[in-house]
């Protein structure tokens, strides 16, 4: 058999035999970040109910330039921002929020798709004011300084979920400073 001819059947079974190779699918990484340096705001984006807004430049953020908040005396009050995810993903929610002292039913939350009729809360934090001393960071921790808050979840078979941070009035003058949120899902693909 001539060089060619026997090249032309090497090169064919390679090729069948690297087509036919199957290789395990990676799982990645969905990720929705806000630094609220230049938040959008309408209807497929960050929403509000009640008392909130945006902050920039006035030196209330975590770092950079901006921050969301919440604040009122009365009713609910909350930033909101609907998150596409895949279904059935576990996922983790993370936001930086600081408070004042008065606080007393705050959340950072997840619901499920009001499309689908599944508005239940998957999971969610309630974060409530109290007062610590930390050696180097002063008499009031909660109040002086950006805490961590961070939870899992699964995302049922939703294809978005409502992530909220938010405060119900105690009839004093309640507010939570937000910043750095992350909403992290792992997917199939």
């Not at 509000?48 to 807004?53: I, K, L």
């Not at 430049?57 to 005396?73: C, D, E, F, I, Y």
């Not at 619901?111 to 998957?122: A, C, P, S």
Request: aromatic letters at 14%; hydrophobic letters at 35%.
């Amino acid at each position: 058999m001539n060089f060619l001819k026997r090249l032309g059947i090497l090169l064919g079974i390679c090729a069948t035999t690297l087509s036919t190779q199957t290789y395990p699918a990676l799982a990645g990484l969905k990720q929705f970040r806000e630094n609220f340096e230049s938040p959008r705001q309408g209807s497929a984006d960050w929403f509000f109910a009640g008392t909130a807004n945006f902050d920039n430049g006035k030196g209330l953020a975590r770092q950079g330039k901006g921050n969301a908040w919440v604040r009122s005396t009365t009713g609910w009050n909350a930033i909101n921002h609907w998150i596409s995810v895949a279904p059935n993903s576990e996922c983790s929610a993370i936001a930086w929020i600081r408070m004042s002292q008065n606080l007393t039913d705050g959340y950072m939350s997840i619901r499920g798709d009001d499309r689908t009729g599944n508005f239940n809360v998957i999971n969610e934090r309630k974060i409530v004011y109290a007062k610590m001393s930390l050696p180097g960071l002063g008499d009031d921790v909660f109040a002086q300084h950006y805490n961590y808050y961070q939870f899992k979840f699964n995302s049922g078979n939703n294809t978005r979920v409502l992530f909220y941070v938010g405060l119900w009035g105690n009839g004093r003058d309640s507010w939570m400073q937000i910043d750095d949120v992350a909403i992290s899902c792992q997917t199939p693909y």
